[in-house]
């Protein structure tokens, strides 16, 4: 079955970067888009970035373009999250999802912890 | 920027009750790009619902999606212990955007 495998949380100070990772099995990685999603504590849902199947088209929400960068290896069947300049408003929960664009998001990951704090 | 606004914030009701989950858009959107996830407490969001009534592969026939324009609806036709969860939808017509959910308790 499906099954995606998020990594690379932690705690990283105000200003840092971290990359997130995200491995895929179960399914063609190669043939789906894929997203980035948030959860802040307490707070409800943020999808973050797209990116396509080949890596060519992708797309940021406002609050995280000039600062997140969405990337995929195929042949490792897996899906990145480069993050730079973290505050505290960056602190959640991530998701990647398969992502049947344009329309929902039908398979989520366990998700990985990011916390910023100094 | 698409607001979808979700009502109510909570609700507590008792085994076998029927629950009724509203989302309501800022401007109307394509039935087609209205989704609904369910998140049980301390795991991930699990697609229920697309194009606002189709139910995703593996969910029980008591979850019902319905509504067009800026009013959509989620209900649970009889509220077992298991439905416990926040409830989301989701509107993929214009960029991607979230409710901020509805929080379903038993009594």
């Known amino acids: 079955q499906v099954q995606l495998v998020e990594s690379g949380g932690g705690l990283v100070k105000p200003g840092g970067s971290l990359r997130l990772s995200c491995t895929a099995s179960?399914?063609?990685?190669?043939?789906?888009?894929m997203s980035w999603i948030r959860q802040a504590p307490g707070k409800g849902l943020e999808w973050l970035a797209y990116i396509s199947t080949t890596g060519v088209t992708i797309y940021y929400a406002d609050s995280v373009r000039d600062r997140f960068t969405i990337s995929r290896d195929n042949a490792k069947n897996s899906l990145y999250l480069q993050m730079n300049s973290l505050s505290a408003e960056d602190a959640a929960v991530y998701y990647c999802?398969?992502?049947?664009?344009?329309?929902?998001?039908?398979?989520w990951g366990l998700g990985t912890q990011v916390t910023v704090s100094s | 920027e698409i607001v979808l606004t979700q009502s109510p914030g909570s609700l507590s009701l008792s085994p076998g009750e029927r629950v009724t989950l509203s989302c309501r858009a800022s401007q109307s959107i394509s039935s087609d790009y209205l989704a609904w996830y369910q998140q049980r407490p301390g795991q991930a969001p699990r697609l229920l619902i697309y194009?606002?009534?189709s139910r995703a592969t593996g969910i029980p026939d008591r979850f019902i999606g319905s509504g067009s324009g800026t009013d959509f609806t989620l209900t649970i036709s009889g509220l077992e212990p298991e439905d416990v969860a926040v409830y989301y939808c989701q509107q993929s017509a214009s960029s991607r955007t979230f409710g901020l959910g509805t929080k379903v308790e038993i009594k």
């Open positions: 999802a398969r992502d049947i664009w344009p329309d929902y998001f039908d398979s």
């Open positions: 179960g399914f063609t990685f190669s043939d789906h888009y």
């Open positions: 194009g606002a009534s």
